[in-house]
């Protein structure tokens, strides 16, 4: 099977699942969750489907086990709506993608309020010649003449 064909059937698997997710999933434990990606192997019997769950760690277990738990459903509907020849494994994993994002967002605020306080202080992490403006340092070329 081409990469082209096995792309696009994954594009077409993460629709269906998103869909089946978001409007026909009834279980309460899988909510705020994002189908990301699909990745699906070449001979089409398995799929990793990489989800994001917005949540603490406990609410992304409940999403996660939720979610092992409706494989069945999903894949059913993955047969009914695409019918391939092979309906793939659903294999779900979490991204942390979106928790690691967060946590940088949050080191580079804190970052920003800490310069802010530095420079209300009087602290300058600039060196200058006192004197206000900046120091040339000579060419090479000048110096040889």
């Known amino acids: 099977m081409n990469s082209r064909r ?3 059937a994954a594009a077409a698997i993460r629709q269906v699942v998103s869909s089946s997710i978001l409007f026909e999933l009834r279980d309460p434990r899988v909510r705020n969750t994002t189908v990301l990606s699909v ?3 070449s001979d089409m019997r398995s799929a990793k489907v990489v989800v994001s769950v917005m949540g603490d ?4 277990r409940l999403a996660m086990h939720g979610l092992n738990s409706a494989r069945g459903f999903l894949q059913s509907r993955i047969a009914d709506e695409l019918g ?3 309906t793939p494994i ?3 994993e ?3 993608g979106v928790k690691q994002s967060v946590a940088v967002s949050r080191i580079l605020r804190e970052m920003n309020s800490d310069a802010d306080e530095a420079e209300e202080s009087g602290i300058d ?3 200058d010649d006192g004197g206000g403006t900046p120091t040339r340092v000579p060419d090479a070329q ?3 003449e």
């Open 6 to 8: 096995t792309a696009k």
């Open 39 to 41: 990745e699906a192997a």
């Open 57 to 60: 760690a406990g609410a992304q």
């Open 84 to 86: 391939l020849r092979h």
């Open 90 to 92: 659903l294999n779900f």
């Open 94 to 96: 979490l991204s942390q």
């Open 125 to 127: 992490d600039q060196a």
């Open 142 to 144: 000048a110096e040889a």
